[in-house]
């Protein structure tokens, strides 16, 4: 028997005896089903994140992506060799909903401005006297902002003032518009009056400095992208450039030559990501608003 | 030259028996031995471990024992096994990844008739698995706390307006919000008293002075807490607390400031890392270069090649 195999049978001997001592030690590994599917959630949150962003549906954002990548295959398929269609298919894939993210954050950032004149419109509305909180809400959501009239539409004909705004934080999916809806949450038993003190007080120069942060985080994201644009943008006209020479292009027929353009593009995926890694940001605490709910009713009940 | 593998070995383990022996006080007299068995029968000498006395002496080292405490860094990162079962988890992940490389060297060894990797370079390939095991625990303890800390700093405002008007204390704001943020960090903090695995109500020098069995504030917990897991967040609440509880200050307005505050720095921060991260940046853009010229070489490359052959 070869000395080798005889010292690999010992070590995995010795690993057997060290998971029967970790088995005996309370150590219990965690294999239930739903954990894969909780470590898909924050990947699916994201996507719905985006496609909340740019006013669509999960399914239809990921039909387009999924488009996407198919069109650029067929695209890839028809010039022929087959790193070109990997490469158009990735194009498609990651590409093109890389670019709709910038829309998708621009259009947040909007929704996010939007909320100050709305909470301001809410303390004129209130000061008048005549109007409690809720009906103040619904009055506004009758005539929104533009920029809010998608997600302020299930306020428009609520019976509960308290589940519409649940179902506000859902449809925008903004971390801003969720704290917002927490606050109005939090403070529907105040009198009118009251309120307006604490949103004077409190809630304004909250959301006044949380739409800096907002702003802030947008611009890095932004300058990150900018940069992986001047990346791409390059190195598309350079292959071009090499490609539309005979001689050059004749060096990347073969397979060695195809291998080549892997690594290439595989270069240009990792300088992205760098970038992508060295964008500050500021992750946001997210609120479960229908939690917020419960709390409060359980509070009375 | 002559073979010292032996006598090297040799005195490795004459000198490891030598402080063996030596900490078990086998070179001891007898009136020491004695007097350390009277002593630690009476509680009279100090019986702590070797590192804690010696952190004791040496402030720096105990920060880096602090900082390297591998049962500290579960109890961060809320996991639940102990330093042995991570140990004994880690000592098996490595003899896993050893008998694999091992296994794969074997099989690469069989149509050469020759290893192509001395065995001795798969152990240390697998051994690797250790110090990146406590990088990836370091981690996440960090995640975590950053994510206490920004759990609470995010949340002032709503707890200044439960204290406000809703009629909470400050502690029982901050539960509220915890029970209310979709990450749990907070909440698994607070709740079932998970802070105990750091923290015990006689574990400082503050403790000294109080009964065993007397009760202490939540500010105290809380102060505790944020020093034990590093919290800094958590801290500077307690030190809101206690300011609103001996100079009568009201809670909405402490915790407005305190938000108010935190924003401000949190914006200054910012604008560090992006200034920062600028120059970064540049570099990897830089970084361009190299896919660049690979495709603009390789046809050169190949070329010249082909005239050589």
Redesign the interface.
Known sequence: MSPLLFFTEILLLIALGLVVLLVASGFRPRWERGRALRRLEPLLERERYVASGLGWSLRVWLAIRLGAAGLGLVIGTLIGTPVVILGLGAVGLFGVPWWLKARAAQRKLELDRALIPFMINLINLLSQGQQTLNHALKDLAQNPDPRLAHVLEPLKSAESVSDALVEVAQRGMSPMLERVCVDLLLSMDQTPEAFIEQAQKILIPQYDQDLEIQARNHAALAGGRQNGLIVIAVMAVAFVVVMRVETLRAAYASLAGQLMLLLDGAMIVGILGILELMTPRTPWVRWDVAAVREQMRRRYA | MPDLALPLLLLTLGAGLGVTLWRLGAFAPRAVVAWNRIGRHHHLTDQRPLEERLADRVPSLARLFRQTSVPRLLAIANRR??L??WL??V??YV??V??AL??L??LASLSSHQ?PVP?LACLVLAGLFVPLSYLSLQLEARRRQEEIN??IA??L??M???T???GYTVSGALE?VA?????RSLLDLLVEENWRRLVSPQDTPLALALRSDQLLSTVTIYQRVGHAYDLEMLSELAASMRRIAEKGLVP?DVL?SL??AT??K??AA??V??E??RP??AL??G??V???L???L??AA??ISDVFR
Do not use: K, W
């Not at chain 2, 029970?179 to 990450?183: G, L, N, P, S």
């Open positions: 096994e102990s042995n079962t004994v988890r000592a098996i003899l896993i050893g008998v091992l296994a060297d074997l290893l065995p920004r759990a995010q949340s405002s709503e200044a307006i439960l406000y008007a809703g509220f029970r209310c943020h979709r990450q909405s407005t938000a108010a924003g401000r949190h914006i910012m604008t890392r992006m920062q991260a970064r940046m990897a853009i970084l361009m190299l896919p660049l690979s495709l603009i390789y046809p190949v070329a």
